[in-house]
C-alpha cells in the first residue's frame, strides 16, 4: 500500500482551498486521536493482563498514532501560514515533511517490534498462555480501526491532502495488524502458543514496509519531485488554449507540499511587440493558477 496520487479535473470548480484542507485535517485528527487513545488504552492494560504480546504490540502501534496525529495537527498548521521573506513560496511542505515523520516514526516502532517478537520466537518457552479476553479487545481494535480508516480516507480524498491520505492509510495499517493480532491469539488461545509472538513479528514487518513507502513518497516530494503525468498533460492544455500562444514546450514542475510549481517557454507571435507579449504571458499564468492547484507560474517567451 502506498500513498495514493490524486489526478486533478482541470475544472475550477473542483479546486479546494487551503481553509478547506485545514479544517478536514483538524476535524479527522481529532477523531483519530479520541479512538487511538482510547483503543491504545485497552489494548495494552488488557494485553500485559491477558499476557499477550500480541496485543501489547498492537497497542503501542495504535499509541504510537497519537503521536502520529500531533504531527499532522502541527504541520497543518504551520502550512497555512503565508509567505513570507525566508519561504516565498509558502509553507506547504510542513506537510511533506509531515509524512516523512510518519515514515520514520513507523520504522522504529516496526523495528523495535521485531525485536521483542524475535526473542520470543528463540525462546519459546517463554510463551505464556494467553487469555480469551484479549480475543474479544482484539475484534473491538479491527472493526474500530477499518471504520476510522474508511472516515479518514473518504474525507482526505475529498479535500485532495496527501498528508491526511498518509494518516488513514497509517489507520489502515492498524486495522491490518489488528487483524494478524487476532488471528495469532485464537491460534495461541487453540494450543499454539507461537502464534501470537509471530502475530506481533509480522504485525512489526508490515509497519516497516508501510514506514519505508512514507517515507520515501514525502523524501522523493522535498526532493523537487515533478507532478504526475496527468496533471502536467492538464496544464499543458490550459496554456494551448489560451488566447495567443501558439505552443508550449519544456514545462517543468516541481511539488510544493500538495501544491505545484510551474515554469514553461510559451510560444506567441513573433511580431507582436513586447506589452502584447507579456499580456499573454499574465493570462496564461492566471488562467493555470485558477484552474490547477498551481501556486506559481514562470513563464518564457519565445517568438515564433
Known amino acids: 500500500m502506498s500513498i495514493q496520487h490524486f489526478n486533478e479535473d482541470t ?51 495504535t499509541l504510537s498514532d497519537l503521536v502520529a496525529d500531533f504531527i499532522v495537527l502541527f504541520a497543518n498548521h504551520h502550512s497555512q501560514k503565508d509567505a513570507d521573506d525566508d519561504h516565498p513560496f509558502g509553507h506547504y511542505r510542513f506537510e511533506t515533511a509531515a509524512s516523512f515523520i510518519l515514515g520514520l516514526l ?22 505464556p498462555q494467553v487469555q480469551t479476553v484479549a480475543l474479544y479487545i482484539a475484534m473491538l481494535a479491527l472493526v474500530s480501526k477499518e471504520l476510522l480508516f474508511r472516515y479518514m480516507l473518504k474525507i482526505a480524498k475529498k ?16 486495522a491490518a495488524s489488528s487483524l494478524v493480532v487476532m488471528v495469532g491469539i485464537g491460534g495461541n488461545l487453540l494450543g499454539y502458543p507461537i502464534l501470537d509472538p509471530i502475530a506481533a513479528l509480522i504485525v512489526g514487518l508490515m509497519i516497516i514496509k508501510m514506514g519505508w513507502e ?13 507532478a504526475d503525468e496527468h496533471e502536467i498533460t492538464a496544464i499543458e492544455q490550459t496554456f494551448l488554449s489560451t488566447e495567443g500562444i501558439l505552443g508550449v514546450h519544456n514545462i517543468r514542475t516541481r511539488k510544493m ?22 499580456d499573454i504571458s499574465v493570462n496564461a499564468r492566471n488562467r493555470v493558477m485558477q484552474k490547477h492547484r498551481v501556486i506559481d507560474v514562470i513563464t518564457h517567451i519565445d517568438p515564433v
Open 11 to 61: 475544472h475550477e470548480d473542483d479546486l479546494i482551498s487551503p481553509e478547506q484542507r485545514a479544517q478536514a485535517a483538524s476535524k479527522t485528527t481529532w477523531v483519530s486521536v479520541f479512538v487511538n487513545l482510547v483503543l491504545s488504552i485497552f489494548q495494552i492494560v488488557v494485553g500485559i493482563f491477558a499476557k499477550s504480546q500480541g496485543l501489547v504490540a498492537d497497542g503501542i502501534h
Open 106 to 127: 513507523l520504522l522504529g516502532v516496526g523495528v523495535g517490534m521485531l525485536i521483542v517478537a524475535t526473542q520470543k520466537i528463540i525462546n519459546p518457552e517463554q510463551i
Open 159 to 174: 479535500v485532495k491532502s496527501s498528508m491526511l491520505v498518509a494518516n488513514a492509510w497509517h489507520a489502515r495499517s492498524d
Open 214 to 226: 512514507f517515507g520515501w513518497e514525502a523524501l522523493s516530494d522535498l526532493m523537487d519531485r515533478a
Open 257 to 278: 507540499g500538495d501544491m505545484i510549481i510551474v515554469d514553461a517557454h510559451i510560444e506567441v507571435d513573433g511580431t507582436l511587440n513586447v506589452r502584447q507579449g507579456h
